[in-house]
């Protein structure tokens, strides 16, 4: 039946949005960190960074059914659940925030952000790096420059957008000991050349963990020396948080905490409504005041009444339960099974990332580090009918992103590892 009805969507829904496999199966319930399908097997979802608590959590289906039969209004309304969550969200970052704007997905974050930091420096050229991916809108999809979701980007790239080398320590231009500073030296001589030019940078967008090419970690000294080139020429660094931030790296409840910055703009979505269109930007009021000056922002549904209900009772039981802690414990308990397993597996080339953020790298050769393209869709698509969902990313499409919600446990971790291990053993 999970052909039929795919192919009744197909007849009637663009066939632009791809799903996880060419023959997806059709999920009807999750709990916690278990999927079912409609013919009643069950899965382990590795895969879903948005539904941070957990399917069917129950004390977020009570707070989304109260505030609905209550009210629910477009935001221009004044009701209480706005203050709440952004007071929420305030109390997670330094004191250097002090603003939140609602909005009600990542692409609309990093899209606002765009917008408040041109708007703040009144300068239009936007830095971004290779491997990235910010969003579908005009100015979001123009700086992402990932060729797995836009084999075109390059082509298509307006002229305000600039990118540096995604500073990829494994297989980059730069690896080792020195990869920092030598990609801090790059990035200051586009910035150099850029002013020289007179179109020098008024935005800096990246992760603050290379998300998207596979959870791999910005080299030691990188951030801050960027962050800091960025500023001394009168720009501003936003640090897009959709994907790795909000606990999921265990250790850090944002990304940037990881390298002693403080980025000026923070986007955030994905986790924040638990799988409810929720997103939002943090920032300074100096900053969203520019806009307010010269423009204006309104989101019908970005903030509402159920909206924000949600993102403030997704923000308590994240903390109630202790999710990032547990990140933290399953992750890295996790990442050292990982890791054992790539002793005795020579296509693991490295295990990427940190707590329930990570991404194992498949190669042919540990030296030439040739990206396993087909044998990782291949090993996904064994793992899947062993029961295990997760997919591929990166330009290469050779990183398997392990991203399950983080209520994971140890036991579902041993049940991954093992039946990767066997998967690797026994053949795909
Ligand atoms: N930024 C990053 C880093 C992302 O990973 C994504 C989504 N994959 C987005 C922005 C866009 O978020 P959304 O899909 O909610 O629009």
């Known amino acids: 039946d999970a052909a039929a009805v795919l192919d009744r969507r197909n007849r009637s829904y663009a066939p ?29 979802d590795m ?16 707070a989304a059914e109260r505030q609905w039969r209550m009210l629910n209004t477009n935001s221009r309304f004044h009701y209480g659940a706005v203050a709440e969550l952004s007071e929420r969200l305030l109390r997670t970052v330094p004191d250097s925030f002090d603003t939140v704007l609602l909005v009600n997905s990542g692409t609309e974050a990093v899209d606002l952000a765009l917008r408040l930091a041109k708007a703040f420096t009144g300068r239009e050229d936007v830095l971004c790096v290779q491997e990235s991916y910010h ?5 979001a999809d123009a700086v992402s420059t990932s060729t797995s979701d836009n ?21 980059g231009t730069h690896r080792g000991a020195g990869a920092g500073e030598a990609y801090a030296r790059d990035a200051r001589a ?12 008024g935005t800096y967008i990246a992760e603050p963990r290379n998300g998207n090419a596979g959870g791999i970690g910005l080299p030691p000294g990188y951030l801050p ?19 790795v931030g909000y606990g999921r790296q265990g250790f850090y409840f944002w990304g940037y905490q990881e390298h002693g910055v403080v980025p000026d703009i923070i986007t955030v979505a994905k986790a924040m409504g638990n799988g409810h269109p929720l997103g939002a930007v943090i920032t300074r009021r100096q900053i969203a005041d520019a806009l307010a000056s010269q ?25 109630a339960e202790g999710l990032q802690e547990n990140a933290r414990e399953v992750g890295s308990y996790l990442r050292a099974e990982l890791e054992a397993l790539a002793d005795r597996q020579p296509l693991i080339g490295a295990v990427h990332g940190l707590g329930l953020y990570l991404g194992i790298e498949f190669v042919r050769d540990r030296s030439s580090l040739e990206a396993a393209d087909t044998e990782t869709a291949a090993i996904c698509n064994r793992l899947r ?24 446990t140890r036991d579902s971790a041993r049940f991954f590892v093992d039946t990767l291990e066997e998967v690797l053993s026994n053949g795909w």
Request: proline share 7%; with cysteine.
């Open 16 to 44: 632009l949005q791809g799903h996880y496999y060419a023959a997806p199966p059709r999920i009807e319930r999750g709990w916690k960190e278990h999927l079912i399908d409609t013919q009643g097997r069950h899965y382990l």
């Open 47 to 62: 895969v879903n960074n948005v539904t941070v608590l957990g399917h069917g959590h129950p004390a977020i289906a009570a």
């Open 135 to 139: 969003g579908w809108s005009l100015a």
């Open 151 to 171: 084999p075109r980007a390059e082509e298509t790239r307006p002229a305000w957008v600039h990118v540096l080398d995604a500073p990829n320590s494994y297989r």
């Open 190 to 201: 586009m910035l150099q050349s850029l002013a020289d030019a007179g179109t020098p940078v």
């Open 225 to 243: 020396a960027v962050y800091d080139a960025v500023r001394r020429q009168g720009g501003v660094c936003i640090s897009d948080e959709v994907q």
């Open 295 to 319: 423009g204006s922002f309104f989101s019908s549904s970005g903030g509402s009444t159920l909206s924000s209900r949600i993102g403030a009772a997704v923000l308590e039981v994240l903390e």
């Open 385 to 408: 009918e062993l029961g295990v969902i997760v997919q591929p990313t990166g330009d290469r499409q050779n990183v398997l992103k392990v991203k399950p919600p983080l209520c994971f």
